[in-house]
């Protein structure tokens, strides 16, 4: 175990709507980044969060957006749902210099 | 940018028999890690082994080892003594070393399964 942790494990959404995925970082960790892992496919990099603020965005949509706390657990935030966002959405927390990612174990959004 | 491949989507392997996974990756960075991570089918990425750069020795971690060729972009990973519980989908990433938006890049992975 990672220390990592995301909730809820599962949920299914439709078309439209939208959704908060949450994720608490490992002890100690001040950074996080938000993957989305397509079925077959290796996780693609949402964006990262470092001390609150946005710090580094992959080649997603503005309707996906983050937001991290001051006790460094975040959230994911996707608008008007689309049937592609269907995938497992991992969170990894790290720290500046520690230069390894620790992950936790997935949030599964199906969208119908 | 950053690519990763890897070319074997699948293998299979008997029990305490040692397997190599194989990963290319594309880059003009100098300063870099790579990364084995190992994803069962409880969905939890885990890492397997890690190895900067910078090093020319390369990492091993218990029965996992690395073969990382620098001038080539090669960087595989071998199990030895494999067992049941290594089972799963192995993903090779990479990440550029910077303080600050250290994002990972992945392949698309190898599924291992250990036959018993």
């Known amino acids: 175990e990672t220390g990592v942790t995301q909730s809820p494990t599962h949920l299914i959404k439709t078309r439209g709507q939208q959704v908060t995925l949450r994720c608490s970082s490992q002890?100690?960790?001040?950074?996080v980044s938000w993957y989305q892992q397509a079925l077959g496919q290796g996780p693609q990099f949402i964006f990262q969060y470092y001390r609150e603020e946005e710090n580094g965005r992959g080649n997603f949509p503005p309707r996906f957006s983050g937001l991290q706390f001051p006790n460094y657990s975040s959230e994911l935030n996707v608008n008007a749902l689309e049937l592609d966002d269907s995938a497992l959405y991992l969170c990894?927390?790290?720290?500046?210099?520690?230069?390894?990612?620790?992950f936790g174990p997935g949030t599964r959004l199906t969208v119908l | 940018a950053q690519t990763v491949t890897q070319s074997q989507p699948e293998m299979s392997v008997q029990e305490a028999e040692t397997v190599t996974l194989s990963c290319t990756y594309d880059?003009?960075?100098?300063?870099?890690?790579l990364f084995w991570y190992k994803q069962p089918p409880s969905r939890q990425m885990i890492l397997v082994i890690r190895q900067e750069a910078y090093k020319q020795q390369n990492a091993t971690e218990n029965r996992f080892s690395v073969n990382f060729q620098k001038a080539a972009k090669s960087f595989s990973l071998k199990i030895s003594d494999s067992q049941l519980g290594d089972t799963a989908m192995y993903f090779c990433a990479f990440m550029k070393l910077a303080f600050g938006n250290e994002k990972l890049t992945f392949g698309t992975g190898t599924r291992l399964t250990i036959i018993p």
């Open positions: 990894a927390s790290s720290f500046p210099r520690l230069n390894t990612q620790y």
């Open positions: 880059t003009s960075e100098n300063n870099y890690y």
């Open positions: 002890s100690g960790h001040n950074t």
